[in-house]
């Protein structure tokens, strides 16, 4: 008599554990989604030469860091400095950005972490190119990159 009522009790566990799994996955593939988003958008931005738009991307917090070669910059104003001295002051472009290989993976269901590679194809023909490794978090506003670590090759 017992087994009667253990087992309805025993498949409804078996059901909800296996749709958990279902469930999570689809969260953690929309935030992935998101997290790309985020880097598509920079990269159409930086086609447009919209500086301001690319920027958005990043945390608005002194407490962003971008690590490139040896240098290492803390704060989004910063950052922002840096991409307008290299490329957008006279002298200097910013050249067509693509971003490829993105490997996302989620760290929790607020933080991931991005590697991937971007070439830029500047209008004398040349191509600087390199990887980079990203830490992106989830804030109100949406998804910002919080750390850049960006090499070039040499």
Known sequence: MRIRFVFPYCF??????????LTSGSNED????????????????WNRHDLDAFMAGYWN??????FSG?????GWQAT????RENYSSPGHEMGKLEFSGLRIEMLGADAAFVR?????????????????????????GGWKIV????????
Do not use: I, N
Request: aromatic share 10%.
């Open 116 to 140: 991937g590679a971007w070439l830029l194809t500047m209008s004398d023909g040349k191509t600087p190119h390199g990887l980079f490794t990203l830490v992106f978090r989830k804030f109100p």
């Open 80 to 83: 922002m400095d840096r991409y």
């Open 12 to 21: 409804l566990l078996f059901l909800f554990c296996s749709c958990v799994p």
């Open 61 to 66: 917090s002194p407490e962003l860091t971008f």
């Open 30 to 45: 929309g935030a992935k989604a998101s997290v790309e988003r985020v880097l598509r958008t920079q990269q159409d931005a």
């Open 70 to 74: 040896a240098k290492e910059q803390h």
């Open 147 to 154: 750390h850049d670590h960006t090499s070039a090759a040499e």
